[in-house]
């Protein structure tokens, strides 16, 4: 059977992938989240996954390795962020839901039942809007419905040791808090499920209710893919974005396949589940052998009873969601592109970063406004942003120094009144920009006198634009320059006209001996004298 | 036919034909004191052997060997005196049937059938957040909730390396 699918691969995987127009795919998500509550969802152990690899099992209550006599009770934290996901998906949430026991066997699922939502889950109904200008889709928009949210326990994790023939299991994980989230079956393109994935992590990462990492598995995928109506098939197992595009298009194409050698009813009259086996999807189960979870309510948990002003606390306490801050940044009068829009607002997994998106914005956008307020009318959009996204960021990066660290020593204020020297000319960029490393430099090794003096930094190390220039010290400057240049056609290029740019490559040369401090027009002109230039 | 208190009837959980079932629960006065409780436990008004009895007379199937053995798996249990099952099985689901066919009152929510709070308050912002504001003062290092705090897998007849260790062929066996 395995080695069936297997060459099913690679012949699909040869003829590349399109969609054909007379097999239209329907996909839908089931997307596992893991909350990021200080403690678990019914016991007080710290919530803190990823322990197990120096120390398996060291965040287990008695409840969560299920000893006899313990019971569970419900973290409060884990209903604040389900009503935080609730609302920012629009759904409509239940405000007398319950809990019940899906019981299976499995090594890692100690009592024999998950605790989860099945009769009365926590939200329905709600939607993600995608749109064509901020999530890369071919619609205008695309709204992708959901049936419903739950809250349920995770499991332990096994590891399996084939040849010692036997698992070891980690409980870490056990009884940490997950949300599930159902779609409807909205989606039609693989664009629109990667849209639906970033998208999702990204709110998540925003309302701060989970890391979002699936490589971690902090958020698992579950996709159902179904072509021309055909029952759906249900794939797990996909570590990553690319292995669920993959998973999907490989799925499309077997289910295709399949309905034009007229097989449907013999390989899929019945819903199945399949797993991805990085080249293949390959069957786990299906329907004929489906488990009876036996569901019943958990009678040792009271329902979740929320008053509506507990909802309504909770969105009043929410950020300002994703969509609204890009687009935002997009208008006026901050006018940025989108992809300098997302650098500020879109989260990265958190991981080595030298700052939250949250903190970088806040910089933004306090900078910006000191900086209106200096510039008044003349204001240049487009100073605050590049000297932030590109300038400040890069120094950070290169420092390996915090944003938090580097906002203390040089705050909004100060970076403004650098802006201001910058556009006002009082310093040349290339000054601004030692300027600003110097800065954080000596942030980094906290040798900074506080609070910083741009004027008086400026003029210890000279930085002044020279306003009056002695025209026989230029002179010389450039004399010095010309006699370097050891290719004499360069010269004679720029002096018959033929080479005009090769000026440039001069003009250059003197602005990075006096470091930008003299502009470049009077560079030009001294070349041009000097060399007797007639163009 | 007797009456049922609520009160007596075992009620961990009633299978899902009882919420479809309406069917009427007597409900008795509240019991205010240890001496009532006791007096009401000590004299019994029904008994579990007087159902048992009048229901082996009714015609109760047995269930099948093949739902039994499909009992056996989903339990995790071993394949074994199927028949043994078969008969015990036969009698609880004669029993069950007797419990279901009882008066019961139609007004009560099924939704109550737990022993825990029927009426609980209603969860606000500030209660919420003041809860999750106590819990790491409420860590209880005599249920193992501080980490490290016990050895967990020193009651594990197998452990290895703090890890619990499963021998595969439990999980072979699932199928």
């Known amino acids: 059977m395995l080695q069936l699918a297997r060459s099913f691969g690679s012949r699909i995987a040869k003829k590349g992938f399109h969609f054909l127009p007379d097999f239209k795919l329907k996909c839908g998500l089931e997307i596992h989240t893991q909350l990021s509550t200080q403690n678990k969802l019914f016991s007080l152990s710290t919530n803190d996954p990823f322990a197990s690899a120096s120390l398996p099992n060291h965040h287990t209550s008695f409840f969560d390795v299920s000893l006899p006599g313990t019971q569970p009770t419900l973290n409060p934290e884990v209903v604040l962020l389900a009503t935080k996901l609730a609302v920012a998906l629009n759904s409509r949430i239940n405000m007398n839901s319950r809990f019940d026991r899906k019981h299976y066997f499995y090594a890692d699922q100690p009592m024999g039942y998950q605790i989860t939502q099945h009769y009365s889950p926590f939200a329905k109904g709600g939607f993600l809007e995608l749109s064509g200008s901020l999530d890369t889709i071919d619609e205008d928009f695309k709204r992708i419905e959901l049936v419903q949210l739950q809250i349920e326990q995770d499991t332990g994790k096994s590891v399996y040791r084939g040849s010692e023939g036997r698992s070891l299991i980690d409980l870490n994980r056990s009884n940490v808090p997950l949300i599930e989230m159902v779609t409807q079956p909205n989606f039609t393109d693989l664009k629109q499920v990667r849209a639906f994935i970033k998208k999702y992590q990204n709110l998540v990462r925003h309302l701060g209710i989970s890391t979002g990492d699936l490589e971690t598995g902090a958020m698992r995928v579950d996709v159902n893919v179904s072509v021309n109506e055909h029952p759906r098939v249900e794939l797990k197992n996909l570590p990553n974005t690319s292995s669920i595009l993959s998973a999907v298009k490989y799925e499309y194409q077997r289910q295709v396949e399949l309905i034009q050698s007229g097989e449907t009813d013999r390989y899929s009259g019945f819903s199945e589940t399949r797993g991805w086996t990085g080249s293949s999807t390959v069957k786990l189960r299906s329907k004929e052998t489906t488990i009876d979870y036996r569901y019943m309510p958990d009678p040792e948990l009271p329902s979740v009873k929320l008053s509506p002003s507990a909802v309504q606390s909770v969105a009043q306490s929410m950020p300002e969601l994703p969509d609204a801050v890009l687009r935002g940044l997009m208008s006026e009068p901050y006018n940025l592109t989108l992809k300098d829009a997302k650098i500020l607002a879109i989260k990265g997994n958190g991981h080595d970063q030298l700052y939250t998106q949250t903190d970088l914005l806040k910089f933004y956008l306090d900078t910006f406004n000191c900086y209106s307020e200096l510039s008044g009318q003349r204001l240049n959009p487009k100073l605050p942003t590049n000297w932030i996204i590109h300038e400040l960021l890069g120094n950070l990066n290169r420092l390996q120094l915090t944003l938090a660290k580097a906002a203390e020593a040089f705050p909004p204020q100060k970076f403004a009144e650098l802006l201001m020297l910058i556009q006002d000319d009082k310093i040349s960029k290339a000054s601004g920009k030692l300027l600003l490393f110097h800065i954080l430099d000596e942030t980094n090794t906290s040798s900074l006198a506080q609070p910083v003096d741009l004027g008086a930094l400026i003029e210890s190390f000279d930085l002044n634009t020279i306003e009056k220039i002695d025209m026989n010290e230029l002179k010389e400057i450039c004399i010095g320059i010309i006699d370097e240049i050891s290719d004499p056609k360069l010269i004679e290029g720029i002096v018959s006209g033929k080479k005009k740019n090769s000026l440039k490559f001069l003009v250059g040369q003197g602005m990075r001996m006096s470091q930008g401090r003299i502009k470049p027009y009077l560079f030009e002109q001294a070349f041009k004298d000097l060399l007797e230039v007639k163009w | ?175």
Request: hydrophobic share 35%; glycine share 6%; aromatic share 8%.
């Open chain 2, 1 to 175: 036919m007797s009456k049922v208190l609520t009160r007596s009837t075992p009620v961990w959980w009633l299978p899902r034909k009882f919420y479809s079932q309406k069917t009427r629960v007597i409900v008795g006065p509240r019991l205010k004191s240890l001496a009532e409780i006791k007096d009401y436990v000590g004299k019994p008004t029904w008994s579990v052997e007087e159902y048992l009895q009048t229901s082996s007379t009714s015609k109760a199937q047995p269930p099948s060997r093949k739902d039994v053995e499909k009992l056996l798996k989903l339990s995790g249990l071993p394949n074994e005196n199927v028949e043994v099952f078969q008969a015990t099985l036969g009698k609880q689901l004669a029993f069950i049937n007797k419990v279901q066919s009882l008066p019961v009152d139609e007004s009560l929510d099924p939704s109550h059938a737990r022993i825990i709070d029927r009426n609980p308050e209603a969860l606000d912002y500030e209660s919420l957040s003041h809860s999750v504001g106590q819990q790491e003062a409420q860590k209880d290092k005599e249920i193992g909730e501080v980490g490290g705090s016990w050895d967990s897998t020193g009651l594990a007849a197998i452990s290895e390396n703090g890890f619990y260790v499963l021998r595969e062929g439990l999980l072979k066996n699932r199928k």
